[in-house]
């Protein structure tokens, strides 16, 4: 079983809809991650917050917006998405890996993901 | 991510033999880490490379890092069906704390 877990497993949404992904991880970790997978691609960046605040934005679409309510919680809010956002969007959380002493020790942890497509 | 490059892109064996995977970073690396991923599910972590020559080995996965060569190995011996699935490396390469990227992947198929 997975430390962080991800809800829904789910989602299918239509391009006018608003929709929300959660990510909730109670390891005591600093740092969380979204990261995009499209079939047979590796997971790509999107977004990372330390210490609940955002720290990177690898470009990504405003229609995605991130947030980090607290410590151990992560959203992401969808909004008028395209077909070509169906993909797996997975969260993971760390130690802050610029701030800890031994951040390299690290790794990220991952959650099983949330199937997303876009109607 | 384009700095970090697995070779080869997919493997099939056949079951005990050994094989090896690669992957090579254009930058600095200030540890490498090995994920293992099954086909729509998440990263589970394998084990993580800190120093120039380190290896390390779970079970009959063994991994290394040569930090001169920018470029890490993982060697799985006596292949089993349970190793199939997607490898994929992870690093911050450069060392830009928290902008962790990921391999091109490899997909490793054993034949029974």
């Known amino acids: 079983d997975t430390e962080v877990t991800q809800t829904p497993k789910h989602l299918v949404m239509g391009m006018t809809n608003k929709k929300s992904l959660k990510c909730e991880q109670h390891m005591g970790h600093r740092a969380m991650y979204w990261y995009k997978q499209k079939a047979k691609k590796p997971p790509e960046l999107m977004f990372v917050?330390?210490?609940?605040?955002?720290?990177i934005n690898e470009s990504v679409p405003s229609r995605f917006s991130p947030e980090c309510p607290n410590s151990s919680l992560l959203n992401l809010h969808l909004h008028a998405l395209q077909p070509e956002d169906s993909a797996l969007y997975l969260c993971?959380?760390?130690?802050?890996?610029?701030?800890?002493?031994?951040?390299?020790?690290?790794?990220?942890?991952f959650g099983n993901g949330t199937r997303l497509t876009v109607t | 991510s384009q700095e970090l490059e697995q070779s080869p892109q997919s493997l099939i064996v056949q079951e005990g033999k050994n094989l090896t995977i690669n992957c090579t970073s254009s930058?600095?690396?200030?540890?490498l880490y090995w994920y293992k991923q099954k086909y729509g599910e998440g990263l589970i972590f394998l084990m993580m490379?800190?120093?120039?020559?380190e290896e390390k080995s779970h079970e009959k996965i063994t991994a290394k890092l040569d930090e001169k060569k920018q470029q890490s190995s993982l060697h799985i011996t006596a292949s089993q069906p349970s190793h199939a699935g997607i490898y994929l490396c992870g690093a911050e390469p450069g060392g830009n704390f928290n902008k962790f990227y990921f391999g091109s992947g490899t997909k490793l198929n054993v034949k029974p």
């Open positions: 930058k600095t690396l200030y540890g």
């Open positions: 490379l800190q120093k120039g020559g």
């Open positions: 993971a959380s760390s130690q802050d890996r610029g701030r800890a002493t031994n951040s390299m020790n690290s790794p990220l942890h």
């Open positions: 917050y330390s210490y609940e605040k955002l720290s």
